[in-house]
């Protein structure tokens, strides 16, 4: 049988694609990493969608688990491999226990013979820690890397993906010289975070191609598998957010009160802190994503979703809306985030997944108060992780919404969000149950206090009715479990 040449690959994860290109033909890919960091996971993704999209054929060598068990695991991210081993498009290979002289004879033996009956695009060998460690000595890796690895490679042009383990708390692993030859090195890495796991891939070697990030962080996220939590290197909006529309909510008093809100805009609001001003916020929202169809995502830390997306709602009943359940759960949606159980890193690459799949038009985070008191000790965490929301919303041309409480009056303690957003607006309370607005920062000169001054009467008219409240609730609860 004529081996052919493989293909050109994809790495199929945003963040890498922009930085780092195409996989060429014949690339040889070296991924180091901690127990845990990832690694499996990484490649399973490569392997998926280039699979899915590409139609390239992959043969997959494993030292460590049986087939049932990766497949399962894999599932559960949502990378369903299972099916492309039925389409013939993936073989999955589980190598036996190497020992002995004829280790390195046993190995090439099975991989040239695999490639020539199979003759695929790509060769993943997970792990190769086992069978180096077999080849102790230096004559048996020499025999290693040319009879098997060198003429894949080179004479064949595929490409492969060795993976490699790291001890716990190491940052090299002698593979043999396997290293330098190769194209690519990274590093998968698992750290901690107060006390949380954190993960970051290092790109420590790419042969031909000047990077200009050498450490990405990245989440393993349900869906996607992985996610890379990175600012994106530009600001101008996605064409597919803009396509129809460049701004949104015309004519209506917000957008007379702060000028014309573009597709990316992000808009901040300062409220005295422990007021109510962050929940009738959301329904005044709500309403206008409801009444334009327009997807509105909120975000919290401090609250269920059920009590959030009820408190909307019976609100919304209220103010003589006329919305039906289905059209509401069509419109808006609540995600929680998990502030206690998560590293940054985590919590972003999550929440950023759940906003790529509902590809919201508004997002409105309920309670940055939450987040800053949360990591009030690490405060250029916290401005990290809101620089990139914001480059990110800015980039996917989503219209946001960030509620910051403060403590008195004093919207200096707003920083780094003030600075980057676009739109500031200011909420007083007045009494126990009616608060005032100003407009703070607003690139399109003086506001309309007419306008204002509705936004004003409706802020302070939201109000639930509880025996509403109280059964949306209910039944909220009800779907939920």
Known sequence: MSISAGKTLRWCIPGLDEELGEIQSGTLIVLLGHPGAGKTTLVSKIVTCNI????????????????EKYFTYMENLGLRLREFEDKGLLKFIELPTFSGEMACDIFIDILTRTVAEEDPDLIVIDSVTPILWYLRDDPSRRSFLHAGIYKVISELHKTMILIGDLPYGKESVDLGGIEFVADVVLVAKLLSERGKPTRRLEIRKFRGKSVRVSEFPFAIVEGPGIKIVKPPHTWSPKEHKVRSKLTILEGDPLSQAIGPIFRGEQILVTYPTGSSVPLRFAVMIARRAVRNKLKLLVVTS?????????????????LGENCSKEEFSKYVKV????????????????????SEEYDPDIVLVLDVTVERDVLWQDIELFNHMNYAFVSIDRYNGIVTFRLLGIYGNDVREAGLLAEMSDAVIHVTQQSSCEYSMRVI????????????QKLERELNLVVPQEEKFLQSLSEARILMQ
């Open 302 to 318: 401090s609250s269920s979703a059920e009590l959030i997306a009820s408190y909307i709602y019976s609100a919304l009943v209220a």
């Open 441 to 452: 920062k607003n690139p399109f000169g003086k506001p309309s206090p007419s306008a204002i």
């Open 335 to 354: 995600h929680v985030q998990d502030l206690f159980s998560m590293s940054v890193t985590e919590l972003m690459g999550r929440t950023l997944a759940v």
């Open 52 to 67: 899915k999209k590409y139609g390239i054929k992959v043969v997959y060598f494993s030292t460590s688990e049986t087939k």
